[in-house]
């Protein structure tokens, strides 16, 4: 651990937990960790949630990618791909078509 970090414990329902890991999976975050440190330095901010969605989306397919580059792909279905296919166009749609405003 670098000398810089700070470990904490969070007490969370095992519910609780379940939803925070949902909303992290949902976003493109790797873990709940990094999903909670992300929301308590934004919160209260004045966060684009549509760009935010978008970029999650893009990170979802990167991840999507990493995944099948290091051999396993057996982790993704047809319907993953086709699925990957739509949300990366989608994104990165939204995402030029936003800069374009």
Do not use: C, W
């Not at 396993?72 to 800069?99: C, F, G, P, W, Y």
Request: hydrophobic share 45%; no cysteine; glycine share 4%.
């Amino acid at each position: 651990m670098p000398k810089k970090t700070i470990a904490s414990t969070v007490r969370l329902a095992k519910k609780d937990a379940r939803q925070i890991d949902a909303r992290a999976a949902q976003h493109g975050f790797a873990t709940r960790s990094k999903y909670m440190i992300h929301a308590a330095l934004n919160y209260g901010g004045k966060a684009d949630d549509a760009l935010a969605a978008e970029i999650a989306r893009v990170s979802y397919a990167l991840h999507q990618i990493h995944r099948a580059q290091n051999g396993r792909i057996h982790l993704l279905k047809k319907r993953d791909v086709a699925d990957l296919q739509k949300l990366s166009r989608a994104a990165l749609s939204a995402v030029i078509e936003r800069a374009i405003r």
